[in-house]
């Protein structure tokens, strides 16, 4: 017997052993909870909503307003873009709340709950492509694999509820990084985010929610079979054991999902209240593509699903919509986009307040870029230098505008919040440091921030 473990093993027939991995089996386990405990009391959130719009949306004709882009519609652009010309928004911008937030003629409900928002206008990214900057957004770093935000917060905080996912994730694009936006990558598979997809006219589901080969009973006799067969593996090998796991989650889901989906409990006036139409016809299939745009109902569904999930106990629920990448048409498909998020938008920020969630629930909006001061066609390109996202809730101040642009919008110049910032205060709001939130791989102990950020202390209420 060279080694502890090896004795372990057969002394005493082995009790020192069981002992042991009963001890390693439950070691993830405890580390989530220590983090969880020790982060408790500096906790201003205790749950996250992202409300993700892929594609890059435009802060010029939504929530940064810029006269000077007015004033010199038309003009050559100074930024060494030969050809391109400053182009005007097409929308008409005012001023909303006692905050006095500007906020564009697209998001007319959205607006009223200006005072309720913390502006983030000095937002800048590494990348102005989509599959690089959706990475980092979600990751923190694109160019290796590395677990997404969702899964940091699941690793640090634990699951709320045993019996469902602490990390979903609503209508994820299979572009622009796919799954690896929601995986867990080298952190247990327990953290990786769940896929739901949501259509519109009721129909919701979710991939192998239900066993059809197998009576409950049977999957309880097969899953006391390979927690035996995992427990005699002298091995235990960790891959297993976080298969095994993962297994058990998707047995225990099947019980209580289903209530979950189930949206026959909500009144009248909430579906109302999210533009859910309880009428709509099923939709004939899934999103067609990068530039599809979904409808009110199905956007409505997401926000609603959202509430109801994290009133269940999910940690951290992402809330996808596609067809942001606005490169012509900028006044027509803008508004569609727009049109389709607004009121569930609004409805998801009324529904968590009426119900005292949103003191302790963080929501997010934005894309993984920005737009251009200047046309292309008729529309505008990608920009990763400036842009906006905004934050509600928990713990950050309502109705605070941080950074700015400059004039034309192009490059973030004050109050400046890289990714890294923007993922170290999200972990600082749930009582997380980023830089203690950890994992041992390939050599060294890797966080989500890498090795940046800052938390923005001025946007914390």
């Known amino acids: ?30 580390v989530s909870a220590a983090l969880a405990e020790e982060a408790a009391p500096l906790a201003r959130a205790q749950r996250v909503i992202f409300l993700c719009m892929e594609g890059g949306p435009s802060h010029l004709d939504t929530f940064d307003y810029k006269p000077e882009l007015t004033a010199r519609d038309g003009e050559p652009s100074p930024a060494g873009r030969r050809g391109a010309l400053i182009k005007a928004s097409p929308f008409a911008f005012q001023q909303h709340g006692e905050s006095g937030q500007w906020i564009s003629s697209l998001f007319p409900h959205v607006a009223r709950h200006a005072d309720s928002l913390c502006m983030l206008k000095g937002m800048h990214t590494d990348r102005p492509n989509h599959a690089q900057a959706c990475l980092q957004m979600h990751c923190g770093i694109f160019q290796f694999p590395r677990p997404s935000m969702g899964s940091w917060v699941v690793h640090g905080l634990g699951n709320a509820n045993e019996n469902l996912p602490g990390y979903v994730t609503i209508n994820p694009s299979a572009a622009n990084g796919g799954t690896a936006n929601y995986s867990s990558s080298f952190l247990p598979a327990t953290c990786q985010g769940t896929r739901l997809q949501v259509r519109g006219g009721g129909q919701s589901m ?178 990763s230098r400036g842009f906006t996202m905004w934050l509600a809730g928990a713990g950050v101040k309502p109705g605070f505008t941080y950074g700015r642009t400059d004039d034309l919008g192009y490059e973030a110049v004050e109050g400046k919040m890289h990714i890294h910032d923007w993922h170290a205060t999200i972990l600082h709001l749930l009582g997380l440091d980023h830089t203690r939130l950890t994992f041992p791989y390939a050599g060294r102990e890797m966080r989500l921030t890498d090795v940046y950020g800052d938390v923005a202390t001025e946007i914390l209420a």
């Open 206 to 383: 979710m991939a192998n929610l239900e066993n059809r080969r197998r009576t409950p009973q049977e999957q309880e006799q097969q899953m006391d079979l390979l927690r035996r067969l995992s427990a005699a593996d002298p091995h235990h090998d960790p891959v297993v054991e976080d298969l095994l796991a993962s297994w058990e989650m998707a047995f225990r889901m099947q019980s209580e999902f289903p209530e979950v989906l189930d949206f026959r409990g909500e009144r009248r006036e909430t579906l109302e209240m999210y533009g859910i139409d309880e009428n709509a016809e099923p939709a004939a299939g899934g999103f067609a593509g990068p530039m599809a745009t979904a409808s009110v109902d199905t956007f409505g569904r997401q926000c609603l699903l959202a509430r109801r999930l994290i009133e269940s106990g999910v940690r951290f629920v992402e809330v996808n919509a596609s067809g942001w990448d606005h490169h012509r048409t900028l006044e027509e498909s803008l508004t569609a986009s727009c049109e389709s998020v607004d009121r569930p938008i609004a409805a998801l920020l009324e529904d968590l307040g009426q119900r005292g969630l949103l003191e302790d629930t963080l929501v997010m909006w934005g894309g993984e870029f920005g737009r251009s001061p200047w046309a292309q066609g008729d529309g505008r390109d990608h920009n």
């Open 1 to 30: 017997m060279n080694t502890r473990r090896e004795w372990l093993e057969n002394v005493s027939a082995g009790f020192g052993w069981l002992a042991f991995s009963a001890l390693a089996g439950q070691q993830k386990g405890v």
